[in-house]
T-cell receptor, first 114, second 113 residues
Framework: NAGVTQTPKFQVLKTGQSMTLQCAQDMNHNSMYWYRQDPGMGLRLIYYSASEGTTDKGEVPNGYNVSRLNKREFSLRLESAAPSQTSVYFC?????????????FGPGTRLTVT | QKEVEQDPGPLSVPEGAIVSLNCTYSNSAFQYFMWYRQYSRKGPELLMYTYSSGNKEDGRFTAQVDKSSKYISLFIRDSQPSDSATYLCAMTARYSSASKIIFGSGTRLSIRP
């Protein structure tokens, strides 16, 4: 099993450009999440999807959109990138029945917006 | 005030030492308390979780929760260089949605050989 995979690993964007971060899991998990990690701020939840076909906002959703394409895939889109979105982005998934405390994280995407 | 406070470190100790990592929190609704370990340039991985108060031991690691003081700890015995990582505490209320998981900012730990 590959677990949670993310693409790309690194990306540099100019202000105003758009991009989509891809995430896939092969563990048959129902719930998937997108976080951003900034120095001194810990992990902050952007969006999550409790099951296929549903998505909900987290703590910091502004400037982002998500799509739960199917049970395996959950993508994060930046429509018009801003320097404040420079961060490391992590996708995670959790198995059913764990109250979301047990999360499996991908390796992250390091995004720089200039 | 943040809901979860964690000393960022860095914390540097010699190999074999006992390490104590701590978090304080303000929300009395939290019931699940987790510790995640994150190696450099990797995603976090769940190390341990504890439900409500008390201790939980797993090998060299012990997690402690004191709900009366709103204080949680992770102890590492016989620390090894391979334990060098950032440790994130995290908390959530029972059966809450994912949006209620709050992570600490992480403590960077370095074990000197």
């Amino acid at each position: 099993n590959a677990g949670v995979t993310q693409t790309p690993k690194f990306q540099v964007l100019k202000t105003g450009q758009s991009m989509t971060l891809q995430c896939a899991q092969d563990m048959n998990h129902n719930s998937m999440y997108w976080y951003r990690q900034d120095p001194g701020m810990g992990l902050r939840l952007i969006y999550y999807s409790a099951s296929e076909g549903t998505t909900d906002k987290g703590e910091v959703p502004n400037g982002y959109n998500v799509s739960r394409l199917n049970k395996r895939e959950f993508s994060l889109r930046l429509e018009s990138a801003a320097p404040s979105q420079t961060s490391v982005y992590f996708c995670a998934s959790s198995p059913p029945g764990t109250s979301s405390y047990e999360q499996y994280f991908g390796p992250g995407t390091r995004l720089t917006v200039t | 005030q943040k809901e979860v406070e964690q000393d960022p470190g860095p914390l540097s100790v010699p190999e074999g030492a006992i390490v104590s990592l701590n978090c304080t929190y303000s929300n009395s609704a939290f019931q699940y308390f987790m510790w995640y370990r994150q190696y450099s340039r990797k995603g976090p991985e769940l190390l341990m979780y504890t439900y409500s108060s008390g201790n939980k031991e797993d090998g060299r690691f012990t997690a402690q929760v004191d709900k009366s003081s709103k204080y949680i700890s992770l102890f590492i015995r016989d620390s090894q260089p391979s334990d060098s990582a950032t440790y994130l505490c995290a908390m959530t209320a029972r059966y809450s949605s994912a949006s209620k998981i709050i992570f600490g900012s992480g403590t960077r730990l370095s074990i000197r050989p």
